[in-house]
């Protein structure tokens, strides 16, 4: 680039062609841009990551711990996923079961004193990790956490072969006599409420020659709530269709008569006074009294010798 020299009071100043101040303003502009786009950088990574440590008075956090270190690098959570932690807290510790409304945004941001938006991004969160889902009207319930798409082809193979049937009982029998043991020891007088409700319902459709094999179901699925096991009610809840069909067969095909529905009715008698006198030894055996003779008779209607 050609360069002239132009004398002034203060001595040789360089003259630039045209073509050459192009140039010049061309590279200030890219320089320019190019420090725009760090400090955008910067700021952003700022906003979004946690704050690093700039006094004394404050421990530095790192990506890793140190080797051998015995402790986690300690990092700053955003409000939302505190938010989100404690949501998912309440829904492990049974406080929000599968179907349950959460409080309004408004309320939950009052009860934690955070912001709605911070609610709303912690509700979203879980949204995609399946916790909970929008429903029509506004609001959020919770889901079904062991929900899978296998229900379907089961259902069709209980339809189809009461062999299947026979199988998932036999499930239940295991599965209902370890939850009547550990709601003995872990139910509440709210729930001995709800049970004996189930229970007093059966007495009436008893004595009315009316069966209701909905009621019995509820009775079971109110003892495995009084487990107090998240798990455990969520993996039935998963599976509660599939459940609800096979007491409607035994109730309505195996334990038609008289007979049969007095039978059933004094098992769940047994079930309901082991588990109201916290005894978990006889809510085991009641539970396993009834569902084996489930089985059994079961076996002798239905399975071929």
């Not at 100043?13 to 140039?23: D, H, L, R």
């Amino acid at each position: 680039m050609g360069r002239a020299e132009k004398h002034s009071r203060h001595g040789h100043v360089p003259c630039y062609s045209a073509a050459a101040v192009e140039w010049i303003i061309g590279l200030t502009i890219l320089y320019a841009e190019k420090l725009s786009s760090i400090l955008f950088d910067r700021l952003t990574k700022n906003l979004t990551e946690p704050l690093k440590c700039r006094t004394n008075s404050c421990m530095s956090i790192k990506e890793d711990p140190p080797p051998g270190s015995v402790f986690s690098t300690i990092r700053m959570e955003r409000v939302a996923e505190k938010v989100a932690k404690q949501i998912r807290k309440a829904i492990s510790d049974g406080v929000f079961r599968m179907g349950d409304r959460l409080p309004s945004e408004r309320e939950l941001a009052e009860q934690m004193a955070v912001s709605r938006p911070s609610v709303r991004e912690a509700i979203q969160m879980l949204e995609l990790r399946g916790m909970l889902e929008t429903i029509h009207g506004g609001g959020s319930v919770v889901r079904n956490i062991a929900e899978q798409d296998i229900q379907k082809p089961i259902e069709a193979f209980l339809k189809e072969d009461r062999q299947r049937v026979l199988e998932l009982t036999e499930v239940r029998a295991a599965m209902e006599a370890w939850a009547a043991r550990q709601a003995a020891i872990s139910r509440t007088d709210e729930e001995m409420e709800r049970i004996l409700g189930y229970l007093i319902e059966m007495e009436q459709d008893f004595e009315v020659g009316r069966i209701r094999p909905e009621v019995d179901f509820k009775f079971h699925t109110e003892i495995a709530a009084a487990t107090h096991n998240t798990i455990f009610v969520h993996l039935m809840d998963s599976i509660y269709h599939l459940l609800n069909y096979s007491v409607k067969i035994h109730r309505e095909e195996v334990f038609a008569t008289r007979k049969g529905q007095e039978t059933i009715l004094n098992h769940h008698r047994k079930i309901y006074q082991a588990i109201r006198d916290k005894d978990p030894d006889a809510g085991e055996s009641a539970m396993n009294e009834h569902l084996h003779f489930v089985v059994n008779e079961f076996k002798k209607k239905f399975v071929q010798p």
